[in-house]
């Protein structure tokens, strides 16, 4: 079959034979070209579309500094740091309220183990975990959650210049003012965990001992000994979060001749582990009259601060099972940063403390 010339040309595309001359037909087929690019670009299948699929951790900027989900990611760290750490030292825990409680019987921490032992068997160590459990989470997640939030609201307050001189008065403030919220979700489940682990048959756990404190002390009894616990916790947390930033800043400034945005992930894990026990063993001594204080209240009904002030003393006050929870603190704060530290790094954020302080722009 025979093709006339116009059919033939009616089958290529008009550019590659019109009349223009080689420069023109050049012209088209790069504008022809760069529509295509463009074209690609644009389209929802090329690579460069943002994707949807959750980046890995390892990824930097993940997460955007104090952003929601910056809060949130500390929130979460917060919850594991102080919840598995304290339960998983409920044994120490649970003598030690009983050594502040009953000191004639509990004379000691190895007789105290074993007289659990003797009593209740192994098992007895961790009476009260659920409590511990649940209400230390819920302290966790505020005390992080919001010391990140004061530390960048007070700081964008005093402003640049300020918040570089005086960065100890903005960790104390920012500390003791979650740790105002963080107690108020603690004390409920402190008060049930201190009764079940005083007095043995009062409860097996949480699910059995809140009616029965509720049916005996009412719901605002729950509350009975947050005076007493802000007194322990206000002071703790001050000297937790303030000490440990300066003693984390100092380390890597005096004692590691690498910065720090060059030291390996484990040496900062390493670093915040060291600092947070440290920071432990000042936060035990400087909260333990009112640890004391909460134990006492929160065993006997009825009772008041200057009942427990006359039966176990000043002295009594300030020492009756420090050594014990100077370990327990050390030991519990050393673990917690650790723990809050490393799901940042797997979250993609940095190792809390450490870097220089910002730059103060020069007055002009």
Known sequence: ????DSSRQSLIPSFLYSAASPTKKLVDLDHVASN??????????????????????SEPGKIEMYSPAFYAACTAGGIFSCGLTHMAVTPLDLVKCNMQINPAQYKSITSGFGILLKEQGVK????????TLLGYSAQGACKFGFYEFFKKYYSDIAGPEYATKYKTL??????????VIADIALCPFEAVKVRVQTQPGF???????LPKFVKSEGALGLYKGLVPLWGRQIPYTMMKFAS???????????????PKDQCSKSLQLGVSFA???????????????ADNLVSFLNN???????????????????????PLRIVMIGTLTGAQWGIYDAFKVFVGLPTTGGAPPAPVPAKI
Not at 1 to 4: D, E, K, P, R, V
């Open 1 to 4: 079959m025979a093709f006339s």
């Open 300 to 322: 006997a009904k009825g009772a008041t601060v200057g009942d427990a002030v006359k039966k176990l003393g000043l002295w009594g006050l300030f020492t009756r099972g420090l």
């Open 124 to 131: 007895g160590f961790f009476r009260g975990w659920v409590p």
């Open 36 to 57: 295509r690019n463009r074209i690609l670009r644009s389209s929802p299948s090329s690579s460069t579309k943002k994707s949807f699929v959750i980046p890995a951790p």
């Open 275 to 289: 600092g947070g026990y440290v920071a432990g063993v000042f936060c035990a001594i400087v909260s333990h009259p």
């Open 203 to 209: 409860a097996r756990g949480l699910s059995d001992g």
């Open 170 to 179: 903005i960790y104390l403030a920012g500390s003791a003012s979650a740790e």
């Open 244 to 258: 440990f930033e300066t003693i984390v800043e100092n380390l890597y400034k005096y004692a590691i001749p690498t």
